[in-house]
């Protein structure tokens, strides 16, 4: 939603000063809280109220609300025209906004016999860099439609083909100045300068097991989680920065030249089994880590200690987890997302899957929207604010769901895989990221079961 604190341009009041505005508003409020105050038929385990029931607002208040436009077209309009007015837009307006009205449409991008996607960022507008599980780093061309392959860092140590298990994360720094990723070995990870994507070093002797997940602190600081249990913490100083890089009109080496450097610190993260997701809450200044025996655990990012680990109710396959801007915390499991309080770690909600068995497999928020990818092929939208999935503007009787495209698929074998028959397939959804604009969402995945090989991707504007 815009939001424009309107000036006059001729007259003492703006055009969207209109008294009756706050009849409108009164009767909303009104209705509002008459439902708050119905009793559920199951109440909710985690309940809000409001400071105040009055309904009467201030004179200034009145005035404030009077000359406040919720109009788009008038917050394009001040914006165009530099006006010397308050303007707020959303960031999640445009994605709401497609997303209720069914404007989304699937652009498939073929991989040929690539080995499912884990991992994805936007590095502009115009491109999206992905890992694979056969240890590719690819760049879409959403332009050009082409895809390109970005050479994997080596260690000193040599790489043997049973250590190159996949890349199975991918960050950028918060100034877009540098990309860190899984390197050729699975237990390393490899930095990038961006936009260039030139080689900047490779991170190793920190993990003896794959690295499943990294998050960067800010511009400098990045931390790396591995199945070995251990938290890495590395750190690209400016010394680094001034690595020497092939210029313009020098001959290329075949292999681009790099540094090597070795983790700040290294901790072993208490009661977890094989670390599976982490995420960086900025509000707290915490890291939360997911572990594969389904505990969560979280360490002050300033101290680098680790804090407490609690015990997820009931969960299992919690593969996934994704931060709010506030702190709240969201969980992906088998069969439900869970929303925990950042102070707790309390369960403040379950949302069951509107789909048994599928299984959640990425999550992100994209303003008050919590996007959930399934197993299944299907992308999920919950409104935090309503508490319920977004509803389609175009159909009321139905939420809003993205089916994915197939993709590939290797041929199956003769006998089943855990019940997937080849006629009812669809590829899980590992990975999903929004462009900046909110107007563009990117999808990729492929075969749930470790066995097939298969890949899918998608563009969705």
Same mark, same amino acid.
């Given at each position: ?21 706050? /009849?409108?508003? @009164?009767? %909303?409020?009104?209705? &509002? =809280?008459? *439902? +708050?105050?119905?009793? !559920? ?32 077209? /008038?917050?394009? @309009?001040? %914006?165009?025209?530099? &006006? =010397?007015? *308050? +303007?707020?837009?959303? !960031? ?23 080995n499912k996607v884990f991992c994805s960022q936007w590095l502009s507008n115009r491109q999206v860099v992905f890992g694979t599980k056969c240890n590719k780093l690819l760049v879409y061309d959403v332009n050009m439609r082409r895809v390109d392959a970005i050479p994997t860092l080596p260690n000193s140590h040599g790489t043997s083909p049973d250590t190159q298990s996949g890349i199975h994360a991918c960050q950028i720094n918060p100034s877009h100045s540098l990309l860190a990723t899984g ?279």
């Amino acid at each position: 939603m815009s939001k424009t604190l309107k000036r006059p341009v001729a007259g003492e009041r703006p055009s969207c000063y209109i008294p009756t505005r706050l /009849d409108d508003r @009164r009767n %909303r409020n009104r209705t &509002l =809280r008459q *439902e +708050r105050r119905r009793k !559920p038929e199951k109440p909710d385990d985690f309940v809000t109220y409001e400071d105040s029931d009055s309904e009467e607002e201030t004179p200034s208040q009145q005035h404030q609300i009077l000359s406040t436009s919720y109009n788009f077209v /008038d917050y394009i @309009r001040s %914006r165009e025209s530099d &006006l =010397r007015e *308050e +303007r707020i837009m959303e !960031p999640a307006y445009a994605s709401r906004h497609i997303l209720t009205h069914d404007m989304f449409r699937e652009t498939p991008i073929s991989l040929g016999s690539i080995n499912k996607v884990f991992c994805s960022q936007w590095l502009s507008n115009r491109q999206v860099v992905f890992g694979t599980k056969c240890n590719k780093l690819l760049v879409y061309d959403v332009n050009m439609r082409r895809v390109d392959a970005i050479p994997t860092l080596p260690n000193s140590h040599g790489t043997s083909p049973d250590t190159q298990s996949g890349i199975h994360a991918c960050q950028i720094n918060p100034s877009h100045s540098l990309l860190a990723t899984g390197a050729r070995h699975s237990a390393d990870i490899a930095l990038y300068r961006l936009p260039t994507l030139d080689p900047l070093c490779i991170g190793e002797n920190a993990h003896r097991d794959w690295v499943f997940d990294m998050c960067w602190l800010d511009d400098q600081f990045l931390v790396s989680g591995s199945r070995d249990t251990k938290l890495a913490l590395w750190r690209v100083n400016e010394d680094l920065m001034d690595f020497p890089v092939a210029k313009d009109g020098e001959e290329e080496q075949p292999v681009p030249s790099y540094a090597h450097i070795t983790p700040v610190a290294v901790k072993d993260c208490r009661g977890a089994q094989k670390i599976r997701a982490i995420c960086f809450n900025k509000e707290y200044r915490e890291l939360a880590l997911l572990s594969l025996n389904g505990y969560m655990h979280l360490f002050n990012a300033e101290t680098f200690s680790q804090k407490l680990s609690r015990k997820l109710p009931n969960c299992q396959e919690n593969v996934c987890i994704a931060c709010q801007p506030n702190g709240l915390y969201a969980v992906g499991c088998r069969s439900y997302t869970l929303l925990l309080d950042p102070r707790t770690l309390q369960s403040v909600k379950k949302i069951a899957s509107r789909y048994s068995g599928c299984g959640i497999r990425s999550a992100s928020f994209q303003g008050n929207i919590l996007t959930i990818g399934t197993g299944m092929g299907m992308l999920m939208f919950f409104d935090i604010r309503a508490g319920k999935y977004l509803e389609s503007c175009i159909n009321s009787s139905r939420t809003v769901v993205l089916k994915a495209s197939r993709g590939y698929v290797a041929q199956f074998p003769d006998e089943e895989i855990d019940g997937f028959q080849q006629n009812k397939y669809l590829p899980a959804i590992y990975t999903h990221c929004y462009d900046s604009s909110g107007t563009r969402l990117f999808t990729a995945g492929g075969p749930l079961p470790a066995t097939l090989i298969g890949n899918y991707a998608g563009i969705w504007q």
